[in-house]
């Protein structure tokens, strides 16, 4: 990666909530079209660092820059507008609205005309909400939406919440997209169509992403690279066989390596 | 029950052409295989016949009147609306000019309620502004008060834009602030205006005393003078009915166009999760403010519309009861539906006849005269108050909700779903 300047750098971030450290001195960098992952405990700092870069928590020190330019200070409809667009891990969608209205919410910010042009329905108010239905469209298609678009995603399963929480982001024609936790809760076979789509993110769209995930078997097999963070503080940093090996990682986050655990990871690196 | 919308039937335009170039339909090429295809996304009619639903391109999926059956109600409604006045008593055309007014602030109050989420009992302040605002603009001089004679075509948007600014003044403080607090809040501000316009004798003519409201001067014709429209008479009270009316139907689209425009998403994003919409792009402060804004505008030219109705106004009647009423428009009618909100502000404003009508039936009501149990004003004020509560509880969605549920049950009919 030597030579091209990396999409975001965040270098020494740190964030307290009062005598409470919950980021250490956090420096990562993500590369145009990564698929970066952050794993660690609970608690250790995971969501934290989405909740930084995107705008809601501002941390005391450091700096978080996407291509260059400072994104800390920013509120998070400015960074959203920079081009970072995220999941949660528990899911916020808007739950009155339909799937089809939901997913035009990621548009918001790419769509022209003001409300008063709205208000009077003028051909640029009416192109607009055509040209977004449009995008929208191709995005309920790419994720296999189309039965559910117009129904109040209040009453829809958890996996296909997530994957309209993805949706939703996608939408929003992101350059990096933070995914906080994909997989959560789901059984093996909506994980491996989440994974899918997150390939088929990073191949088609060609969209940086940070993912954070306690599933292992997806982290090890889909990621780039992988940091491991523990009590605030990066404890690793490298490609998913690097990581796997690194014995700080084996004795703070998986509290000393079980046969169960080591089990996992000799599967995943054959399957790899 | 057949829902099917197929990408538009429009292809190779320059504007798709164009898009493509922008790689904006990058995803899959699945959708624009289908569009170029053979017949492009168009049904033959025989298909479509007997499905209301089935859509063919997303223009017809969005435009507000989506449904041959919605479409049919609402000219029978307008028709009913444009002729009811002809045939009613003169005390029902206007008590019926009284739901419109109504439905207009109430239209307001849904804007920044129901759909943007900001809970308001300061509504009828603005409803006041607008109101003395056109009392000064358009009303004569009194011996104390203020008065300019002008034409409502200048005092009816001024009466909808000064609010409008106070509320953007207001904004900045009200949107720092949600749920109990903003009702607290607003509450200060109304009661700070009622002081104000008891004080302010010029514009209001003072606590108790009142001033007359705005001459009925419309593009230079005097409405208190009987106009022949064919077989037709329009008197003052006709006049005013149909004012009222052809602002609701204009407010009333607006409302709806908001609504179903990407301003309208934003509202309800904010509404439902305040941080997720902002992560979506959303600017609060921005969107919270414009809430305010045209929902005061709403309310001015309600308060306007009002005035000309009753003809005098005093410092009192912007009182909390006013607002206690306007949220059950809301609540009744339906919480984020502009129907609703109309129907609401009907049942509002006519249950109180229809109670009258009914008390010479009902033994356990006393007369002017006394007997019975409750009066008929006591009646009217427990039955707002248990048809709040039974709202909130059962149905959110007000009397809009029941129609849908009956809607629905229809639409599946004889099947349970």
Not at chain 1, 126 to 142: M, Q, S
Not at chain 2, 365 to 387: K, M, N, S
Request: hydrophobic share 50%; net charge neutral.
């Amino acid at each position: 990666m030597s030579g091209i300047p990396p999409l975001l750098q965040a270098d020494d971030l740190t964030l307290r909530f009062g005598g409470n450290i919950a980021l250490d001195k956090v420096s990562f960098e993500v590369a145009e079209r990564e698929l970066f992952a952050i794993i660690g405990p609970n608690g250790a700092g995971k969501t934290s660092t989405f909740n930084c870069i995107s705008g809601v928590y501002r941390p005391q020190t450091g700096s978080i820059r996407l291509r260059g330019e400072e994104l800390l200070g920013m509120r998070p409809d400015t960074v959203a507008a920079k081009g970072v667009a995220r999941t949660f891990q528990n899911i916020e969608l808007f739950d009155n609205l339909t799937v089809l209205e939901n997913l035009l919410l990621g548009r918001h910010q790419h769509m022209g005309g003001s409300w008063w042009q709205a208000m009077a329905w003028l051909p640029s108010a009416r192109r607009a909400e055509l040209g977004a239905r449009r995008d929208v469209e191709n995005i309920i298609e790419f994720l296999d939406l189309t039965a559910v678009r117009q129904m109040p995603v209040g009453i829809l399963p958890y996996g296909i919440k997530k994957r309209i929480e993805l949706g939703r982001a996608l939408a929003m024609d992101p350059v990096l997209l933070l995914l906080d936790e994909p997989v959560a809760g789901m059984n093996a076979e909506e994980t491996e169509d989440m994974a899918r789509f997150i390939l088929d993110v990073r191949d088609q769209l060609r969209i940086a992403m940070i993912m954070v995930e306690h599933d292992m078997r997806l982290v090890m097999d889909l990621a780039d690279r992988v940091m491991v963070i523990d009590f605030g503080q990066r404890i690793a940093l490298g490609t998913p066989a690097q990581v796997q090996r690194d014995p700080a990682v084996i004795a703070a986050y998986l509290g000393g390596a079980t046969d169960d655990v080591k089990g996992q990871f000799d599967h995943s690196e054959a399957s790899s | 029950m057949t829902t099917a919308t197929e990408p538009d039937a429009s292809p190779g335009t320059a504007d798709a052409v164009a898009r493509e170039a922008q790689g904006l339909e990058r995803l899959t090429g699945y959708s624009r295989s289908l569009r170029s295809s053979e017949g492009g996304g168009t049904v033959p009619g025989a298909a479509r016949r007997g499905r209301p639903r089935l859509v063919t391109a997303y223009a017809k999926d969005q435009a507000l009147l989506n449904t041959p059956a919605k479409r049919w109600w609402t000219i029978a409604a307008l028709v009913v609306a444009l002729l009811a006045p002809f045939y009613l008593t003169r005390d029902l055309t206007l008590l019926l000019s009284m739901a419109m007014v109504f439905a207009i602030s109430g239209i307001g109050l849904n804007l920044l309620t129901g759909y943007a989420g900001q809970i308001s009992l300061g509504h009828p302040f603005f409803m006041a502004l607008g109101a003395y605002t056109a009392a000064v603009l358009g009303g004569s001089p009194g011996s104390t008060t203020w008065g300019f004679e002008l034409d409502l075509a200048i005092a009816l948007p001024i009466a909808a834009l000064v609010p409008a600014v106070v509320g953007l003044l207001v904004a900045p403080l009200a949107v720092r602030v949600r749920g109990l607090y903003l009702a607290v809040l607003t509450l200060g501000l109304l009661m700070l205006g009622e002081q104000i316009f008891k004080q302010w004798s010029q514009l209001t003519g003072g606590s108790g005393v009142g001033r007359g409201v705005a001459l009925p001067v419309l593009f230079g014709r005097d409405l208190s003078v009987r106009y022949a429209l064919g077989p037709w008479i329009i008197d003052e009270d006709i006049s005013l009915y149909l004012i009222c009316l052809a602002l609701l139907v204009a407010l009333g689209v607006m409302a709806r166009n908001i609504a179903r425009s990407r301003t309208g998403r934003a509202f309800a994003a904010v509404r439902d999760r305040d941080i997720a919409a902002e992560i979506m792009g959303v600017n609060l402060l921005r969107t919270k403010t414009l809430a305010f804004v045209l929902s005061s505008a709403y309310a001015g030219l309600a308060g306007a519309l009002m005035s000309l109705l009753v003809g005098r106004i005093v410092p009192e009647q912007w009182n909390i009861f006013l607002s206690i009423q306007l949220l059950a428009v809301v609540v009744i009618g339906g919480v984020a539906t502009i129907t609703g909100t109309i129907i609401g502000a009907a049942f509002v404003v006519l249950l109180p006849r229809i109670l009258e009508e009914l008390a010479p039936y009902l033994p356990f009501i006393g007369g002017a005269t006394g007997g019975g149990i409750i009066t008929i004003f006591q009646l009217e004020t427990i039955l707002f108050g248990a048809l709040i509560i039974l709202f909130l509880t059962l149905e959110p969605r007000g009397l809009f909700g029941l129609w849908y549920r009956v809607r629905t049950y229809f639409k599946a009919w004889p099947f349970s779903y």
